[in-house]
Structures are given as structure tokens and as C-alpha cells.
């Protein structure tokens, strides 16, 4: 069976106090209602990743970065490298994210290089691919995540594919209020699974989970989740509360 996995994307949010604070929270929830069957991940900003680290050590709650640079190391400044994000404690890394790709220019090629230094690294990877409303209009949003799909994780063996994460997110229900209807992300989570076992294998395909992301909260993730092809989410504005995360995880 599919690992169920609920990722928290905390994005530009949260100062010190703050994070520790929401870490411990969850962790405490998750101890009076513990959810043994799903892989529970938060990713705080970079310069927080240790302090939730050890705010949720001993618990069940995995951690992750928002990004990492395609470099290793060296002249860079302003980057965070794959191998100080394991240093620090954090198993995972998100990657391919639309508002990178909007705002800092990622390309597919950048989140491949990426992703090679995530696996150097020893990270997991949680890749992100999604539609704008632009494509998804012109019909185009089928072929526009093939491409994602073939451009960032094509080159990949079958034991790193293996370490990745897939988050479908349709850029236009990040943050908007606006979600996919469960079969909009159904037909779309079958088209991914089907393009991985193209790339890769079917064994691969119906090994990989495939999260939901855009503006998924309490009130939709049953019914999200409860679709075949849909192996939990990837949340953004609903992660920044202990209450109303830790309900989402309860919703498979
Ligand atoms: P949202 O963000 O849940 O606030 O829509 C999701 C994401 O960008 O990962």
C-alpha cells in the first residue's frame, strides 16, 4: 500500500517563538491522537528547520525544507545547500514549487539539478508540478505536467525515483481559496500515475504517492483523500495552525 503523507508548506511564515510553538503543538496532538498510518511532515523556513527539528525530535513529525540550491557548495550567497539541510536533521526537501518557478525563475532543468543534489544529500524529495489557469483554459494542463514530469524526474534510476514525492498543485488554488473538485484532482492524480509508470515502471507508479495541494483544508481533504489516486496533501495556509493541520491528518 501507498504511504498517506500530509506535508505542511509554511512558506514565508513564522519567526522563532512561533515555529517552536506550532511544532510542539502538533506534536503534542498527534501524541492524544496519533495518526500511525500517515507520514506527517512540516517544512519551516530555512533558518528554522534546526529549532523544529528539535522541537519535534522524539515524535512523529518529519521535517522539511522549502528548497535548496543545485550547488553543493561555494560563492553563492543567499543559498541554503542540500547537505546542511541533513545536517541540521531535515529528511525532506520541496522542490519544483509554482511560486518558485514564478517567482525565482525555476525552471524544470534547475529542479532537476536540484533534486540531484537532494539524493547526494541523502533528502527525500517532495516535487511539485501543476497547471496554471491559463493552461488548464487552453486544455493544455494534461501535456503541461507531462512535461514537469519528464524534464525534472526523467533522468532518474528507478531506486532514486523511489525517493520522490509527487504534489500535484494547480497554481490556480494555491492560496486562492479556489480547490480542485476531487474528481478534477482525481483525473489528473490517474494521469500522473500513468506518465510515471510510462517513464519509469508500473511497480514504480502505483508505489509513488501523489499529494493535493491548493488551498486544501479541514472542511475538503476527506473527500480529497478518499479518491484513489489521491495519497494525502500538500498544505500551505491550513499548516500554520496545530488545529486545523492536525485535523487534515485525521481525514483519511
Ligand atoms: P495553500 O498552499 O494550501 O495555501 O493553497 C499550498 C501550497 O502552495 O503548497
Known amino acids: 500500500m501507498r504511504k498517506h503523507i500530509v506535508a505542511g508548506n509554511w512558506k514565508l511564515n513564522k519567526n522563532l517563538a512561533e515555529a517552536q510553538d506550532l511544532a510542539r503543538s502538533l506534536t503534542s496532538l498527534l501524541a492524544d491522537q496519533p495518526a500511525p498510518n500517515v507520514t506527517v511532515i512540516v517544512g519551516p523556513p530555512a533558518v528554522l528547520l534546526h ?26 550567497t543567499g543559498e541554503t545547500a542540500a547537505s546542511m539541510i541533513q545536517s541540521v536533521g531535515a529528511g525532506y526537501v520541496i522542490l519544483g514549487h509554482s511560486e518558485r518557478r514564478q517567482y525565482y525563475g525555476e525552471t524544470n532543468a534547475t529542479v ?12 527525500q524529495v517532495i516535487f511539485c508540478c501543476g497547471e496554471t489557469l491559463e493552461e488548464r483554459k487552453a486544455e493544455r494542463h494534461f501535456e503541461v505536467v507531462k512535461t514537469q514530469l519528464i524534464e ?41 500515475r500513468s506518465e510515471l509508470a510510462a517513464q ?33 496533501g500538500l498544505i500551505g495556509g491550513a499548516s500554520l495552525n496545530a488545529n486545523d493541520f492536525h485535523a487534515i491528518i485525521q481525514s483519511f
Request: hydrophobic letters at 40%; aromatic letters at 8%.
Open 51 to 76: 529549532p523544529v527539528v528539535e522541537a519535534t525530535s522524539g515524535g512523529p513529525v518529519q521535517v522539511a525544507a522549502q528548497n535548496c540550491s543545485e550547488h553543493k557548495s561555494g560563492a553563492y
Open 112 to 123: 532537476a539539478d536540484k533534486i540531484d543534489r537532494a539524493f547526494e544529500f541523502g533528502l
Open 200 to 232: 519509469f515502471n508500473q511497480d514504480i507508479a502505483n508505489a509513488t504517492s501523489i499529494l493535493y495541494g491548493g488551498s486544501c483544508k479541514a472542511a475538503n481533504a476527506q473527500e480529497l483523500f478518499a479518491c484513489p489516486d489521491i495519497d494525502g
Open 152 to 192: 525534472a524526474l526523467g533522468h532518474l534510476s528507478n531506486t532514486d525515483i523511489a525517493r520522490v514525492v509527487v504534489a500535484y498543485e494547480p497554481v490556480w488554488a494555491i492560496g486562492t481559496g479556489e480547490t480542485a473538485s476531487p474528481a478534477q484532482a482525481q483525473e489528473m492524480h490517474a494521469h500522473l
